[in-house]
């Protein structure tokens, strides 16, 4: 069973930093396995907003406005991707959650794989 577990969320000042880690088992991460790897997150609204995004070839796609303030990256080895954020505003509140797009095995249909969440809380 593909798992993934957050961590890192905090209350910070604005201006801050914090740095997210999002660790996927249950898989392995081979080439045919795994598509992206990202976060996103849900402020007030319901839906959730592309934070960043990670592929096999470490092409990062980030959302609107963010990429300067946030650097996705990833480890391999322990199939880990990371979101390091930095200068924190407000609007940055939200839940961020991890998001893997894989399969299991070859054959297996392509799947949005979610975490539980964790919470960034950024206060003047």
């Known amino acids: 069973q593909v798992q993934l577990v957050e961590s890192g969320g905090d209350s910070v000042q604005t201006g801050e930093s914090l740095r997210l880690s999002c660790t996927a088992s249950?898989?392995?991460?081979?080439?045919?396995?795994?598509?992206?790897m990202g976060w996103y997150r849900q402020g007030l609204a319901e839906q959730r907003d592309l934070v960043a995004t990670?592929?096999?070839?470490?092409?990062?796609v980030y959302g609107d406005s963010l990429k300067g303030r946030f650097t996705i990256s990833r480890d391999s080895v322990k199939n880990t991707v990371y979101l390091q954020m930095e200068n924190l505003k407000a609007e940055d509140t939200g839940v961020y959650y991890c998001?893997?797009?894989?399969?299991?095995?070859?054959?297996?249909?392509?799947?949005?794989?979610w975490g539980q969440g964790t919470q960034v809380t950024v206060s003047s």
């Open positions: 249950g898989m392995s991460f081979n080439w045919y396995n795994w598509d992206t």
């Open positions: 990670i592929n096999l070839h470490s092409i990062t």
């Open positions: 998001h893997l797009r894989g399969r299991p095995h070859i054959g297996d249909p392509w799947t949005d794989y």
